[in-house]
């Protein structure tokens, strides 16, 4: 069976190198964008994305950017996405308005939505959410005893 291919799209290189490793961990494929830009790019080529997992907030444009442009331009692939902010809250009226907004394509694109700074459970919860059968939560990863690390 091929592997999903879930693109991560932040421009913090933490967060973009701690996620892929965990989703990496769980038998994902993972590809990495450190902006808005480089996003555009991926989603432009012929790897199949299957899963984004978007920043709002970076410095070369946010993802409602990257959201308008999903619906404006029919060349880019339309995956799912999993929006993530530490700036904007999920209930607060201003990301409705930001929602609403977008091209109604562009808003049925966003499955779910978690605040930074997240947990990887809470990453968990959205993936399971979006990909359903296709994502079991709550794998822990082995932890290295006393005894391993001597």
Do not use: C
Not at 11 to 35: K, N, P
Not at 82 to 103: C, K, Q, T
Not at 122 to 140: K, N
């Amino acid at each position: 069976m091929k592997k999903l291919n879930i693109l991560v799209v932040d421009d913090d290189m933490f967060v973009v190198e701690t996620l892929s490793t965990y989703l990496e961990l769980r038998d994902f494929r993972v590809t990495a964008a450190y902006g808005f830009r480089q996003a555009v790019e991926k989603l432009r080529e012929k790897d199949k994305v299957d899963l984004v997992i978007l920043d709002y907030l970076m410095p070369d444009g946010s993802g409602t950017d990257l959201l308008q442009l999903l619906g404006d331009d029919q060349t880019l692939q339309r995956p799912p996405v999993i929006m993530s902010s530490g700036v904007l809250d999920l209930n607060a009226p201003i990301w409705e308005e930001l929602r609403r907004r977008l091209p109604s394509d562009s808003q049925a694109l966003i499955q779910a939505y978690v605040s930074k700074p997240y947990t990887l459970d809470a990453i968990d919860v959205a993936m399971h959410e979006v990909l359903g059968g296709d994502y079991t939560p709550s794998l822990r990863l082995p932890r290295r005893s006393a005894k391993t690390q001597s």
